[in-house]
């Protein structure tokens, strides 16, 4: 069974029961968790504003639909500390249930932080038994994106991706082919 737990933005936790064809409408700060899939993968549909994530549970699948969830993921501002912070996450283990549920009812922890864990908590999972993802910003939702066209389950990708605003970018410096292989050979 599937279910869905949304930690609303005033830290309110609702559990759901997910059923195929479900439909939501996420408000700005809200974070969804999907806890009991097997597998999962999704896409954007209509203009790209929402996703449609397809859950697998003992061999059924099951899509739902989160209305303007992708928007609200683009617009987060991972530098403003007391912003809103929209979230998705999906986790396929026993293991990542269990992060999940000590993370969201920790009253310590704020929206932010609580994205932070859990980033860190999938990373720190194996290859072999991944716990899932947590989707909070473009970066990761790209990549999310890249592996379903590939054909990969969102499930067999890493999608733990900081982005960072304001960084500084080291300039391509243009060079002729010939320069770059001379230099790059051993002249030992």
Do not use: C, W
């Not at 599937?2 to 939501?24: Q, S, Y």
Request: hydrophobic share 40%; glycine share 6%; proline share 3%.
């Amino acid at each position: 069974m599937i279910k869905l737990i949304i930690r609303h933005t005033n830290a309110e936790i609702e559990e759901r029961v997910v059923e195929n064809g479900m439909k939501f409408q996420p408000l700005d700060g809200e974070q969804f968790y999907f806890v009991g899939a097997d597998g999962y993968t999704f896409t954007l549909s209509g203009d790209e504003s929402s996703i449609n994530l397809f859950l697998s549970d003992a061999g059924q699948r099951i899509q739902v639909n989160l209305e303007n969830m992708a928007d609200m993921i683009k617009n987060n501002n991972p530098t403003d500390a007391f912003a809103l912070t929209t979230a998705l996450g999906v986790s396929t283990t026993a293991e990542g249930e269990a992060e999940i549920a000590k993370a969201i009812t920790n009253p310590d922890f704020n929206s932010s932080e609580i994205i932070d864990i859990l980033k860190e908590d999938f990373s720190n999972s194996t290859m072999a038994e991944n716990d899932g993802a947590i989707i909070d910003n473009f970066g990761a939702l790209a990549e999310a994106l890249d592996a379903a066209a590939a054909g990969e389950t969102a499930s067999d990708a890493t999608l733990f991706i900081d982005e960072t605003r304001g960084q500084e970018l080291t300039p391509v410096v243009p060079t002729e082919r010939g320069s770059r292989l001379e230099s790059d050979t051993d002249t030992d």
